[in-house]
């Protein structure tokens, strides 16, 4: 049985050591469009990948405010290694949804990592005897490179009928898919999020679960749903990659003197008013999403499930929380000036990752909607 570590002091000291390393090597993760091998290697193999796995799989099972601290630690030294910590942990409670069986070929391997992603419209599983004939294609799957099973969520279709009988996820090892290089993009470039198809690949039934699928874990960690842990942890990273922009220009106007002037960029009021201003917009972001997280945990512990509020609540906190991150990073590259558009300066890339994050779906202007009509009494509409 594969291991992860489960004290929290010794999760968080290994976190900023791994981190460390990270910083290290932020360059050829944004140049290479991925996580350098030896690197996701090391975080594998410390159990990083296995923070939210049940402990009888071998996972750490941390408790969820727990894991938030881990990958803010990872996000701050580079937003594309917080995300992927996120999204590739987030996604292995589902086995605790899978068959026992198959929870076992996949995650007692230490190095195994699954990476999942959203389906195109033509994507299909046709029931077979057996399984499933499955084709189609699957976008955003943030660790493909180090991944070595895929996800694809897919309607299934009985036979000789036009409309899907329900929703399940595919689980396959990744060398049976075709993968698509798409991820030529901005921000978050080092999640190394491509696209992946299939042609009339047979998946066994036992390689595949439906979207309403039962926790064989009592913990209240398998209460959670994905659908709020995935929001809760982009945003923590967005917060984390601000907070490193803001902290770097900082760092900048202690020194800098702008041209035409005498005295540092610091001794500037305008300089000492943004800076404020984003110490204040962060601060208070991150209030707010660790006060909706814990009352969502605190929700998970008590009842083993969650009220309408406690879940609106995340979703209006995350989604606040990156869009007010990318009013943090616009300070930081502000107060930075004409040093703020060149690749040596940290603020160029937290620039880009948090207004990649942005343009997620966890950071849809649209979740305000959805609260909103909550607080206003109607019946919200949307994803919470």
């Given at each position: ?18 981190a ?25 193999d410390?159990?990083f990948?296995?923070?939210l ?10 408790d ?61 599983a ?26 694809a ?131 208070a ?100």
């Amino acid at each position: 049985m594969t291991t992860a570590p489960t004290d929290i002091d010794e999760c968080l000291d290994t976190a900023r050591e791994l981190a460390a390393l990270v910083s290290g090597v932020t360059d050829q993760i944004d140049e290479q469009r991925r996580i350098p091998v030896e690197v996701s290697n090391e975080i594998a193999d410390r159990g990083f990948f296995r923070l939210l796995l049940p402990r009888s799989l071998g996972g750490a099972e941390l408790d969820h405010p727990d894991f938030l601290r881990i990958v803010r630690i990872f996000a701050e030294a580079d937003a594309s290694v917080g995300w992927c910590i996120n999204q590739n942990n987030v996604f292995s409670t589902n086995a605790v949804r899978v068959p026992p069986e198959t929870a076992a070929e996949i995650w007692t391997v230490q190095r195994n990592v699954v990476t999942n992603g959203p389906p195109v419209p033509a994507s299909r599983a046709d029931i077979v005897d057996g399984g499933y004939r499955l084709s189609g294609r699957w976008n955003f799957s943030s660790g493909y490179p180090h991944a070595a099973w895929l996800a694809a969520l897919t309607p299934v279709y009985q036979p000789g009928q036009a409309e899907p009988c329900e929703m399940r996820t595919m689980l396959l090892p990744k060398d049976q898919a075709k993968m698509l290089d798409v991820w030529h993009v901005g921000g978050l470039r080092g999640t190394g999020s491509q696209s992946f198809e299939t042609n009339d690949l047979f998946v066994p039934f036992a390689r595949s679960y439906p979207a309403d699928a039962e926790s064989r874990e009592a913990g209240p960690l398998y209460a959670l749903p994905t659908g709020l842990m995935f929001p809760a942890g982009f945003a923590t990273v967005a917060l984390g990659a601000a907070r490193a922009g803001l902290d770097a220009a900082i760092d900048l106007a202690m020194g800098k003197t702008q041209m035409g002037r005498s005295s540092a960029l610091r001794q500037e009021s305008t300089t000492q008013r943004m800076i404020g201003q984003g110490e204040a917009i962060w601060n208070a972001a991150r209030a707010y999403l660790r006060e909706a997280t814990l009352a969502m945990w605190e929700g998970a512990c008590a009842n083993h499930a969650l009220t309408t509020e406690e879940r609106i609540h995340v979703r209006l906190a995350g989604t606040h929380a990156i869009r007010q991150a990318a009013q943090v990073v616009d300070i930081a590259y502000t107060v930075c000036g004409s040093s703020a558009i060149f690749d040596v300066n940290p603020v160029q890339r937290r620039f880009q990752d948090v207004h990649a994050i942005t343009q997620q779906i966890q950071g849809r202007l649209t979740h305000y909607d959805t609260a909103g009509q909550y607080f206003l009494d109607m019946e919200p509409e949307g994803f919470f």
